[in-house]
């Protein structure tokens, strides 16, 4: 048993040993001189770029962040709308999803710059595109969870003379939550991204601003640390999701470890 512990123990800790071992490769090459400073600089200078360019950085972080998480939000609410109607009225499903498949088969940075000359350089465009980067992993997730649901249950439900209101109440909903945290999960760490393309297709703020001037300086380091903090961002959403997941559905911790998907 002791043997087995530490293996996992170990286990757990390699993709932090390999990460730290791709860093020290970098650092090395950078240093020796392999690629020059402003096509690859090396971790520690962008370490340093971002603690010393954190103060210009503060604002275009808020922004992005406000972008994300009010797209976010939005799409939450819609895909939860959709994904029940379409569970609920066959007609209504037969009617949408195919329009939602053909919406992903378009790149959104293709279509990004209409949203420019549409609705003008303000938030409008950049909350448009995270709705759209965010919409289609949550409705899918929630909509087969709701159809995967035990229809012995549901038989159940109705012998007892309950109404569809009852049945996704006290059934479809609570049995579909680990598919609708899955989706929330992916949509998170995507929210910050389509926030970011959005302002690098046009904006005044923002982390894609941020990275364009710096890109336009030369400042590989700068835009190295602007990627680093949208890394950042995207796994502190999504551990959020994953607290609230933990906190709505203990039944899924199991022996102390949190369920996974």
């Given at each position: 048993m002791g043997k087995t512990l530490t293996k996992k123990i170990?286990?757990?800790y390699y993709p932090a040993f390999l990460f730290v071992a791709i860093l020290a490769v970098w650092e090395m090459l950078s240093r020796l001189g392999v690629f020059p400073p402003f096509i690859l600089p090396p971790p520690s200078s962008i370490v340093i770029s971002l603690f010393t360019d954190f103060k210009s950085m503060q604002l275009d972080i808020l922004v992005t962040l406000y972008e994300a998480f009010a797209g976010f939000i939005i799409a939450i609410v819609l895909s939860f709308l959709i994904a029940v109607l379409m569970d609920a009225l066959r007609a209504f499903k037969k009617t949408i999803y195919p329009l939602l498949i053909i919406s992903q088969t378009i790149p959104i940075i293709i279509i990004?710059?209409?949203f420019i000359i549409w609705f003008g350089y303000g938030y409008t465009p950049k909350l448009i595109i995270v709705i759209l980067i965010?919409?289609?992993p949550i409705t899918i997730s929630l909509m087969q969870s709701l159809s995967g649901v035990d229809n012995e249950?549901?038989?159940l439900?109705?012998?007892?003379?309950?109404g569809r209101l009852q049945i996704?109440?006290?059934?479809?909903l609570p049995a579909s939550m680990p598919g609708f945290f899955s989706g929330l999960k992916i949509a998170a760490t995507y929210s910050i991204m389509?926030?970011?393309i959005g302002e690098w297709v046009g904006g005044k703020d923002g982390l894609g601003v941020y990275m364009i001037r710096a890109k336009q300086s030369f400042a590989t380091d700068r835009v190295f640390a602007a990627i680093l903090v949208i890394t950042i961002l995207s796994?502190?959403?999504l551990k959020f999701i994953e607290l609230i997941e933990r906190r709505t559905m203990p039944w899924k911790i199991k022996a102390g470890e949190p369920y996974i998907d």
């Open positions: 170990n286990s757990k990004a710059p209409l965010c919409f289609f249950l549901i038989d439900l109705r012998s007892m003379g309950s996704y109440r006290y059934v479809k389509g926030a970011t796994i502190l959403l």
